[in-house]
């Protein structure tokens, strides 16, 4: 991950279609109550009908992802970012935990443009543990979703995301999680 982000403001920058269309996608899973408000907030933001291969204002998913999370809190969001990990692809050779959440930054880089949105460290620190830090504009709960999916479609079994330390929703510029599987 590169230190910080740029002082671009989202406005100027574009993600790409897989992403919003995933989590437009994962919103169609949400009970009845809630799945009308959540994909209003696609609708209003010209996002509901995104397409791999396309790019959307970054503010918009940004704002859509926050009003959803508004809607429907972390547990759903989460829910949401873990399907960013299926709905990508990772690069040739990616097989394990450790490579998948090494990978992830390069992976967000790519799919987004216009500027530096940020991105994710990752550690390894033992066999089976390492840790993450994440500093994105996306909210935290979505975040630990991305980092959770990305090790459960690479592990063999049990992914443990645990948030340590830093977390941007008490003020903290990044998120930090420790994984073990």
Known sequence: MRPGRDDRPLAEMDVAGEFVAAVVEGVEKFSADAR????RAFRDRDLATARPGEWYPLSSYVH??????GLVGDHAVHA???RIARAVAFPEGVE???DALDALDDVCRDRHRGGDVGGYAFRQIGDEDGR???HTPYPC????GVVEGTAVAH???FVCVCEVGACRAEGA???TYDVSW
Do not use: M, N, T, Y
């Not at 859509?64 to 999370?69: F, I, P, Q």
């Open 36 to 39: 009308e408000p959540a994909q």
């Open 64 to 69: 859509a992802v926050e009003a959803v999370h």
């Open 80 to 82: 949401l970012g873990q």
């Open 96 to 98: 394990s935990v450790p």
């Open 132 to 134: 993450i830090e994440c």
């Open 141 to 144: 709960a979505f975040d630990r």
């Open 155 to 157: 592990a063999d079994g």
């Open 173 to 175: 510029d990044r998120c």
